[in-house]
């Protein structure tokens, strides 16, 4: 396989204040779709892919990016070719190639995972009308880019689902258009039909918001549209939501459904410059419960300002706002959208249990509305 490197331009969001994007990554190359033969003048069909792969370089202030390795890289490329499963090559004793026979997929292949883009609405956002602010974006994988995201926004999304304080659909926003508001990417503006997102459902209707959700969120609730084409059908999506709750120090979530949950340490949510994790590991816990929630909020990270035997300096404090627990790519493993507030400004990173329910896996970061 031969590779090439280009970089791509766009913004990234500094966890204290807006600021540049750093450059991603993108790789392309050719993928063998058939065994090679090493008899002459035989053509060997090729496809050529290109996909975004990341794993860990650095960045400049200190962030990590994500880049996979070699290895890594060819299993991406292969599976966004549609070849995970094709021909296998393998050397005999002489040396020649030796084409294998494809192994049947199993009927307990994992389900197919829906691109979806994932925003925020704030019902008076866009110069005091709806809009909608995109943030990641999932199509053969979790992308953040301002560029690629802005970009799927304009061309495949048209109607977002909007989840409520309480994990049900709050209403339904109908893109008519992008606008510029001083995000590093585009916002959609249009209509929205339904309830306040910090007000949950009634059956009377007219329940009072949450006050804990308007001083998280200014009213704004996490918007989601499919982008699949030729799935699009002018319905906003439909998609399975968990919950949260806290325990002590502790943030406890049921991942994958078991109905065993996972307790993560929300100090570890923060690194060392107060940047949302990496990762997140899973702490062992024994007949911990707690009443769960769609959203949770005002999670307090104290923070010395780097001086380890100073006490807490609340310049320094991150307080984190889960949005929601909710499986938006519908591979049956939930992931879990988390807003860090500072004192300038706010972020919303997303964590998804990529391989382990016991190890959330940062998939992006992005600008919502401040």
Not at 116 to 138: H, N, S, T, W
Not at 257 to 284: K, M
Not at 353 to 370: H, I, K, M, N
Request: glycine residues 14%; aromatic residues 4%; proline residues 8%.
């Amino acid at each position: 396989m031969r590779f090439r490197q280009r970089q791509i331009a766009g913004a990234k969001h500094d966890r204290r204040s807006p600021g540049p994007k750093w450059p991603a990554l993108v790789v392309s190359g050719n993928v063998h779709a058939m065994p090679l033969d090493g008899e002459v003048g035989n053509p060997v069909a090729r496809r050529v892919i290109e996909t975004v792969v990341i794993s860990h370089f650095q960045l400049p202030g200190g962030r990590r990016g994500r880049l996979l390795g070699p290895v890594a890289a060819i299993a991406a490329l292969a599976a966004a070719a549609g070849i995970g499963c094709g021909p296998k090559v393998h050397m005999n004793g002489d040396d020649d190639p030796v084409a294998l026979r494809a192994a049947p997929v199993g009927k307990t292949a994992a389900p197919r995972a829906r691109g979806v883009l994932l925003g925020e609405m704030c019902p008076q956002g866009a110069a005091g009308r709806p809009g909608v602010a995109p943030l990641l974006v999932r199509g053969v994988g979790w992308s953040d880019d301002a560029d690629e995201v802005g970009s799927r926004l304009e061309r495949d999304a048209h109607t977002f689902g909007v989840y409520g304080v309480d994990g049900t659909r709050a209403g339904v926003f109908e893109v008519l258009g992008v606008s510029d508001v001083g995000l590093p990417q585009p916002v959609a503006i249009g209509s929205y039909t339904g309830r306040a997102a910090c007000a949950p459902a009634s059956d009377e209707g007219g329940a009072p918001e949450d006050p804990a959700c308007l001083r998280a969120t200014g009213g704004c609730g996490l918007a989601v549209a499919t982008i699949d084409r030729g799935s699009q059908d002018g319905q906003a999506p439909t998609i399975p939501v968990g919950t949260a709750c806290v325990s002590g120090d502790a943030l406890l979530v049921d991942l994958d459904g078991d109905g065993a949950t996972e307790s993560f340490p929300i100090a570890s949510f923060v690194d060392a410059v107060r940047a949302p994790a990496e990762e997140v590991l899973a702490a062992p816990v024994v007949g911990v419960s707690c009443d769960g929630r769609f959203a949770v909020y005002n999670l307090p990270v104290a923070s010395t300002g780097g001086e380890p035997d100073a006490p807490p300096d609340p310049r320094y404090t991150v307080v984190l706002d889960v949005l929601g627990v909710l499986d938006l790519d519908g591979d049956g493993r939930r992931e879990v959208a988390v807003a860090f507030r500072y004192p300038d400004g706010r972020t919303l990173a997303l964590y998804s249990a990529l391989s382990l329910s016991g190890r959330l896996e940062l998939v992006g970061e992005a600008v919502p509305w401040q």
